[in-house]
């Protein structure tokens, strides 16, 4: 079974560029277009890991990640942030929220593919 993602981003033509490429990878992907929703999203459906948008309406990418990592639902499941900041002090930000991984937009595809695939081979299941 292929890993289930879930993308939180809210700029539509994003979402839908990195949604096809991730599905060409064989991965199943969920979006949200929101911090709310995804928290919603990943407390009901608990996809296999969360890339997360930093700049996003309702709540932000940092206040969605607190929330998932201090929930015991939702703790384990890891955040690869994506965000435009590309500063250290922006990398430490997210890190600091409970982020396992930080990648910068443009989306490398394949640097993002390597960070999935460390987190999902390093997750272990209950």
């Known amino acids: 079974m292929s890993a289930r993602l ?15 490429r991730l599905l060409r990878q064989g991965f199943q992907v969920l979006i949200a277009t929101d911090g709310l929703q995804a928290v919603d999203v ?4 608990q996809p296999d890991l969360v890339l997360m948008d930093i700049s996003l309406p309702k709540i932000d990418g940092w206040e969605a ?22 500063m250290v002090a922006d990398r430490q930000k ?4 409970g ?10 595809l394949k640097r993002l ?14």
């Open 94 to 97: 997210c890190l600091d929220a």
């Open 42 to 45: 990943a407390t009901s459906a």
């Open 65 to 86: 990640t607190r929330r998932l990592k201090g929930a015991a639902a939702t703790a384990a499941i890891p955040v690869i942030a994506l965000t435009a900041h590309a």
């Open 99 to 108: 982020c396992n991984e930080f990648e910068t937009k443009p989306i490398d």
């Open 113 to 126: 593919l390597e960070k999935i695939h460390a987190l999902l081979g390093a997750r272990t299941t209950p």
């Open 6 to 20: 879930l993308l939180v981003e809210d700029n539509d033509a994003n979402a839908d560029m990195l949604s096809r």
